[in-house]
C-alpha cells in the first residue's frame, strides 16, 4: 500500500541541517575554526530521526521496524563496508610511504598548473570504467592529498576536483548504478542516454579543467625522492583492478594486503604488529560517516514510509500537468530528481524514486525516453556531489581530514554541470525529439 502524501514527513531532515547548520555557523562565528565539529552529524540527527518516528507512529507505522531496515538496507550496509576498507587502506598505505612513493613518482614530471586537471582526469576515467563514484573517492582520494601536501595546493581544491571526476563516471558510465536506475525507469537504451548525456557533460568537464589549470598555476612542487617506488605499487594494482571492474569490497581488500605486505619488505621497521594496529586506526577514523550514514538510512525509510517523498512527487507533477512544453516538463523532472536526492541523500535511490512521475511527465510533454533519463541522472548526481551530508563527500572528507562543508563549494565539476544542463534545457532553438524511437519503447 502506497503511503499518504505529507510534507509533515520531511520536516525531520529539516530538524537535522537547522541543528547541524545553525550549531555549526554559531561556533564558526564566534571564531572557532572547527565550528563545524563541535555538534558531530551522527548526534545531531538522532533528534530528526525521533522526530520521524513519532511522525511514523501517529501515522499507524511501527517505527522501529521501519527504522532498523532502512539501517539495514543492503546499499547502506555495503556504503558502511567500503567505508572501513577504505579508511584501513587509506591510513596503512600512507604509514608503510605508499602514497609518498606515488607522489615521488608523478609529481617532478607535472607541470603545477597541471596537476589538478591531472587528478581530474584520472578520477574521470577511473569512474567511467567502473561505475561508482564511491570506489573512485577511496582509490584517489589518498593520492590526491598526497599531491596536495607535497605541491603546497589546498587540499580541499584537490579532493574537490577528485569527486568531480568521480561524479562525471558515475552520472555517464554505463556500468553505473544511476545510469541503469535511468534508463529502466524511462524506458531508454543505455546508448541513447549516453549520448545525449555526453553532450552537457563533456563541456562541463573541459571546462572545468581549464578552471583548474589557472587554479594550480602557482603552486610550489617539492617532490619526496627518498621513497622507494615499489610501495607505488599497491596503488597501481588497485587502480588497475577497479578499471577492470572488479568488485570495489574486493578492490580495497587486495590493495589493503598488498599494503602492509610491501610494507613488511620495504617500509622502515614496519611489523605486523603495526599493521594490524593501523588497520584499526584506519577503521577509528570512518565511525562518525559510519554512524551518519546509517542513520540516514534509517531517517530516509522513516520519512518515505510516512509519505514525504509521495508528497514531494505530488507536488512537482502538479505543476508539470499545469504546464505545457518542452522546458516546463524537463525543468520539473530536473526539480522532482534534485529534491528526491537532497531527501534521500542516494542518487540511485532518489531515481528509483521519482522514475514513475519523471516518466510520466516526459510522455505528457513530449520529451524522449533517453532526454529524460539523462535529465533524471544528471541532477540526481549533481546535488549527491555537493550535499554535505551525502555518502561521497563524507568518505572524502574522512580520507582527507577536511570538512565536507568546505568541500561542497570546491567540486566545480558539480556546479558547472548544473549550469551546463539549465542552459542546455533552457536553449531554444535545440530540435527536441517528441517521438519515442522503436528501439526506445522496447526498452
Known amino acids: 500500500m502506497s503511503p499518504r502524501p505529507s510534507a509533515v514527513a520531511l520536516t525531520p531532515l529539516l530538524l537535522f541541517l537547522a541543528l547541524f ?56 550496509v555495503l556504503m558502511c563496508l567500503i567505508f572501513l576498507l577504505a579508511g584501513a587502506f587509506a591510513y596503512v598505505s600512507k604509514a608503510v610511504g605508499a602514497v609518498d612513493a606515488v607522489v615521488s613518482l608523478g609529481i617532478g614530471a607535472l607541470h603545477p598548473s597541471l596537476l589538478l586537471p591531472g587528478l581530474f582526469l584520472i578520477a574521470c576515467l577511473v569512474s567511467l570504467a567502473i561505475g561508482t563514484s564511491m570506489g573512485t573517492i577511496a582509490a584517489v582520494v589518498p593520492i590526491a592529498v598526497g599531491v596536495a601536501d607535497a605541491s603546497g595546493l589546498d587540499r580541499a581544491l584537490v579532493v574537490g576536483a577528485v569527486i568531480g571526476g568521480a561524479m562525471f563516471g558515475d552520472n555517464l558510465s554505463m556500468i553505473s548504478d544511476t545510469t541503469i536506475a535511468a534508463t529502466r525507469t524511462q524506458g531508454a537504451r543505455m546508448r541513447d542516454k549516453f549520448r545525449e548525456n555526453f553532450k552537457i557533460a563533456l563541456p562541463a568537464a573541459l571546462a572545468t579543467m581549464v578552471l583548474l589549470g589557472f587554479a594550480g598555476d602557482s603552486a610550489p612542487v617539492e617532490a619526496e625522492a627518498h621513497a622507494s617506488a615499489w610501495l607505488a605499487l599497491p596503488y597501481l594494482v588497485v587502480l588497475v583492478l577497479a578499471l577492470a571492474g572488479l568488485d570495489v569490497l574486493l578492490v580495497l581488500g587486495i590493495g589493503l594486503v598488498l599494503a602492509g605486505a610491501f610494507g613488511f619488505v620495504f617500509g622502515d621497521g614496519y611489523d605486523a604488529v603495526q599493521y594490524v594496529g593501523d588497520i584499526w586506526i584506519g577503521f577509528e577514523g570512518m565511525v562518525e560517516i559510519l554512524l551518519l550514514s546509517l542513520l540516514i538510512g534509517g531517517l530516509g525509510a522513516l520519512m518515505k514510509a510516512s509519505g514525504g517523498l509521495a508528497w514531494l512527487a505530488q507536488l512537482i507533477a502538479r505543476f508539470a500537468r499545469g504546464h505545457t512544453g518542452r522546458r516546463s516538463g524537463e525543468f520539473s523532472i530536473a526539480a522532482l530528481s534534485t529534491t528526491a536526492d537532497v531527501f534521500t541523500a542516494n542518487n540511485t535511490v532518489a531515481i528509483l524514486v521519482s522514475g514513475g512521475v519523471a516518466k510520466d511527465i516526459a510522455e505528457r510533454h513530449g520529451i524522449s525516453p533517453h532526454r529524460a533519463a539523462s535529465v533524471l541522472d544528471i541532477f540526481a548526481c549533481v546535488p549527491q556531489g555537493l ?15 577536511v570538512s565536507p562543508f568546505m568541500l561542497a563549494g570546491k567540486v566545480w565539476y558539480c556546479w558547472l554541470l548544473a549550469l551546463v544542463a539549465i542552459g542546455f534545457m533552457a536553449w531554444p532553438s535545440r530540435v527536441v525529439e517528441t517521438q519515442v524511437s522503436a528501439g526506445e519503447a522496447q526498452a
Do not use: C
Open 387 to 401: 550535499l554535505p551530508y551525502g555518502a561521497q563527500l563524507l568518505l572524502a572528507a574522512s580520507l582527507a581530514s
Open 21 to 76: 547548520f545553525g550549531a555549526g555557523l554559531y561556533f564558526t562565528s564566534l571564531g572557532d575554526e572547527m565550528g563545524f565539529y563541535q555538534l558531530r552529524a551522527p548526534v545531531a540527527i538522532l533528534p530528526a530521526v525521533a522526530l520521524a518516528a513519532w511522525i511514523a507512529w501517529r501515522q499507524g507505522l511501527k517505527p522501529g521496524e521501519t527504522l532498523l531496515q532502512g539501517m539495514g538496507d543492503p546499499n547502506i
